[in-house]
């Protein structure tokens, strides 16, 4: 995914829109819990702003998974905005912490990668309010109560519970 700025680099503040489409494996998203199906979609634009180019934009991504709390499968459409600026590698300090290339083509692959992975929660829900699975029978708490008594004493309070106990015989 790169960018041709050398017609920006005459005139200051002029927008270079861009558009790709590429898929997850393509660029590196990939993760052993869920995986994007379908293409990612990045649209955008480019500015040089005198001192840096800033790339601006948003990423479009079908998110696929299995609910954390009730094992449902899910899909998700997430959308991910992105602001980063870029500098030639010989205009910046060594240890300056930005992104870099050289030429005429900014390449913003890793960007829309970092983006997109480190957009993603860690947990992964069905919906904010999954109620999750029964820990007695299994059953699936979004579809209705299950009947099951799921009372967990505290532990804290056992040698209490013991001494009422034996006060009732």
């Known amino acids: 995914m790169k960018i041709n700025i050398a017609e920006s680099n005459a005139d200051f503040m002029q927008e270079i829109p861009f558009a790709f489409t590429t898929t997850a494996e393509a660029i590196g998203a990939v993760a052993g819990d869920y ?20 790339a601006e934009g948003v990423i479009r991504c079908t998110k696929s ?6 094992l449902a499968p899910c ?10 600026e870029f500098r030639r590698t010989g205009e910046m300090a060594e240890d300056e912490e930005v992104n870099r ?7 913003i692959t890793e960007l829309v990668r970092d983006t997109v992975l480190a ?4 947990s992964k829900l069905c919906k904010p309010d999954c109620k999750g699975l029964c820990p007695v029978c ?16 505290d532990p804290r309070m056992a040698a209490l519970q013991e ?3 034996k006060n009732k015989k």
């Open 163 to 165: 001494l009422l106990a």
């Open 65 to 70: 998974f299995v609910c954390d709390r009730c």
């Open 119 to 122: 957009a993603q929660p860690l």
């Open 35 to 54: 995986a994007f199906v379908g293409p990612l979609t990045v649209e955008g634009h480019i500015v040089h702003t005198g001192s840096c180019w800033r």
């Open 75 to 84: 899909q998700e459409e997430q959308e991910h905005p992105f602001s980063e």
């Open 138 to 153: 299994g059953a699936d708490l979004n579809q209705g109560d299950c009947g099951c008594d799921r009372f967990v004493p």
């Open 101 to 107: 290339f050289d030429g005429d083509l900014s390449d």
